[in-house]
């Protein structure tokens, strides 16, 4: 079974950055596509950006231009760069990794981005 561990959630003040990681173990990361999606409160759960297990990347509208996702399978690390923040930016962010041929869905606890000044 795979984990997920998120980090590096916390306050920035609006047009700030952050990057956060996601450390996947007891998985082979290669084989996944891979993927964070946020949550903010009183809406839904929507993907922010992807990246598939080919290398290619996807974002969300909203943050394209300004986030920027990378995966590291050597060392089995996702990570989210974000740039330009505002407060719509605010939520809980969850990794995920992803084998469909597999059939396995590997979610990570989140971690809580919050951009206010």
């Known amino acids: 079974q795979g984990v997920l561990v998120e980090s590096g959630g916390g306050l920035v003040q609006p047009g700030g950055s952050l990057r956060l990681s996601c450390a996947a173990s007891?998985?082979?990361?290669?084989?996944?596509?891979v993927a964070w999606y946020r949550q903010a409160p009183g809406k839904q759960r929507e993907l922010v950006a992807s990246i598939s297990a080919g290398g290619h990347e996807s974002y969300l509208d909203a943050v394209q231009g300004r986030f920027t996702a990378s995966r590291d399978n050597a060392k089995n690390l996702i990570s989210l760069r974000m740039d330009h923040l505002t407060s719509e930016d605010t939520g809980v962010y969850y990794c995920n990794a992803k084998s469909t041929l597999m059939k396995l869905d590997y979610w990570g606890q989140g971690t809580l981005v919050t951009v206010s000044s």
């Open positions: 007891k998985m082979t990361l290669p084989l996944y596509d």
